[in-house]
């Protein structure tokens, strides 16, 4: 219609004279018409999917027992003010008693084990005591205590997964290995998937015993699974430019998946890795509660004594050591994906609260 | 001596036939231009002649032997450059000499001394020796084609193809790597095939050229038979005033002219 302004031209002039009697010409009240009818349909597809959903949702609650719970709310009140408990200052004003929860954690050692830290930190500074935290009692994850040993399942997890995980994720890819023979390596991915971590550590305890050594190798079962999975969906959306490239220089096929596709989504990977680190340290805190040791084994044994406020003081510890290493991994993360000049160790720690300030008042 | 002998060359994607019946033969060490508007055959030509696309007929040999896929003698270089833009310029360059070394030793850059002299020396030819350390995706669009000519050159290739080298670039840049891609085509004696669509740089800088429309060769011959003719043939109706012009002896100080401008 557009190539050709003269009869462009005629068209419009005699749809005006078609329509002299009303203000709107006939197309866009035809096109008018088709919208509403599109929208009416629309409406009506979505309110017969809420229906269904509000339908579907009732019969869950009765699945779950919600329609009928059998619910004791003096007893969960109860547990609440062991949860939280209060102390009165001055014998009226009501505070939360946080001291109890300091002392729990200091007692079992949640957050810091003094007779290993008693080596490193000491005036006069003992070499000897500090060759021995590095070497001979292997500090650096028992300093932490508890939350130590939980973070040290989730580490050793993700550092054992990562190289098989790259290389089921690498050969799980379509553009590396043709197409049904990459099955072969998805498919075990799904496989260990589809059996959570805790399940895992199961399976693994007549082997290693109940304790963080079956739940490390379990999570690092459980990262195969999840982090080759990520490793696949990130190779599926390089380009193809850098690929064609290395043929063209006549690499050979192992050389061009390494330097036309892996050199690709590194930064992408070593993001992924710190992402499953984060969830490896929660999944250390629910296998522990199996029994496994750890943050999630002095929850559970708190809660069996039914000591409500330690269980809470454990929960704070818990708290604290997802909060620092998520801080920790998203830090490094987005310091990888940009382009800036990186920050160096000193200024990230100085200039805290400088650009603390800056962002609260933003 | 011929050096590459296309013979029936002909390339279909489905019912799209992209080259048709192309045939020329080019002697070793000439600098070839091939002209056309976009979608005229020209990347599936260099492409086919890289051993990244196979021919639906037809044949290619290339120091007499067929070419069937990539091989390190052929180097390319593409229009969006296609390094790799997590590594360095450096470590971009000597990723083209990989098929020389084994998989670990490439990968954890092993390789002898030899080799990694000569991607500098590569980089050095290119002008970027001081840029060597720099992360590729932090360099300019020129420089990332230099980077791209410095790998192709590792690979020490008998024959250059560059797809559309400048078509990305700003006139400078596209001026200078041009400058590059011809120097370093001269100092090591190789066979250039480059696809351009601006007719004013092609001018400047090719010996032969090649011009294809829908998949056809539509001319084939050297600088002085490239005349305006030829060029609205190959363009159509463009306006080619100030592009061209007809005496010869002015057109080198004419197209330079609107090179630089």
Known sequence: ?362 | MTYIEVDGLTKRFGDTVALDDVSFEVPAGEFVIVLGVSGSGKSTLLRTLSGLLSPTEGEIRIDGEPMIEPRPEVAMIFQQHNIIGDMTAYSNSLSGGVHRSGFLSSVLQLQDEEEKHRALDALDTVGLLDEAEQKARRMSGGQQQRVGIARALVQQPNVLLADEPVASLDPGSAQSVMDYLRTASDDRDLTTFCSLHQVNIARKFGHRFIGLRDGKKVFDGYRDELTIDVIDDLYGDIDTEGMFVRDDGDADAATDEVATS
């Open chain 1, 1 to 362: 219609m557009t190539t050709d302004t003269t009869t462009s031209d005629g068209t419009v002039g005699s749809d005006a004279v078609d329509d002299e009697g009303s203000d709107v010409p006939n197309r866009i009240a035809e096109q008018f018409e088709n919208i509403r009818q599109t929208r009416r349909r629309r409406a009506l597809g979505w309110t017969g999917l809420l229906a269904f959903l509000a339908f579907a949702t009732v019969q869950a609650f009765a699945a779950t027992e919600l329609l009928n719970p059998d619910a004791r709310l003096e007893t969960f009140t109860d547990s609440l003010t062991g949860f939280f408990p209060i102390t009165r200052h001055f014998g009226v004003i009501p505070f939360l008693d946080f001291g109890q929860y300091v002392a729990f954690i200091r007692q079992e050692n949640l957050l810091y084990d003094p007779e290993i830290g008693g080596l490193l930190f000491q005036f006069p500074p003992n070499l000897a005591d500090i060759y021995a935290f590095f070497f001979l009692e292997l500090g650096i994850f028992q300093i932490f205590g508890e939350a130590g040993i939980t973070l040290a399942m989730g580490f050793v997890g993700t550092v054992l997964g990562f190289p098989f995980a790259l290389v089921f994720g690498t050969l799980g890819s379509e553009r590396v290995t043709p197409f049904p023979f990459n099955f072969i390596f998805r498919g075990t991915m799904s496989f260990i998937r589809a059996i959570p971590a805790i399940i895992w550590t199961l399976i693994f305890i007549p082997f290693l015993g109940l304790g963080p050594a079956s739940a490390a190798i379990a999570i690092a079962f459980d990262t195969i699974g999840n982090l080759g999975r990520l490793f696949v969906d990130e190779l599926e959306e390089i380009e193809d430019g850098p690929i064609e490239a290395m043929r063209t220089t006549g690499a050979s096929k192992p050389q061009i998946v390494f330097f036309g596709m892996l050199s690709q989504v590194r930064t992408a990977f070593i993001a992924w890795t710190l992402y499953i680190f984060e969830i490896n340290v929660r999944i250390g805190v629910t296998v522990g509660v199996i029994g496994a040791g750890g943050l999630g084994y002095v929850l559970t044994s708190q809660q069996n004594l039914l000591r409500f406020t330690e269980m809470m003081a454990t929960l704070l510890a818990i708290f604290l050591l997802i909060i620092s290493v998520e801080l920790f991994s998203q830090r490094l993360r987005s310091r990888l994906r940009s382009d800036d000049v990186e920050m160096g160790i000193w200024e990230l720690i100085a200039g805290f609260p400088r650009r603390m300030a800056d962002s609260m008042l933003k």
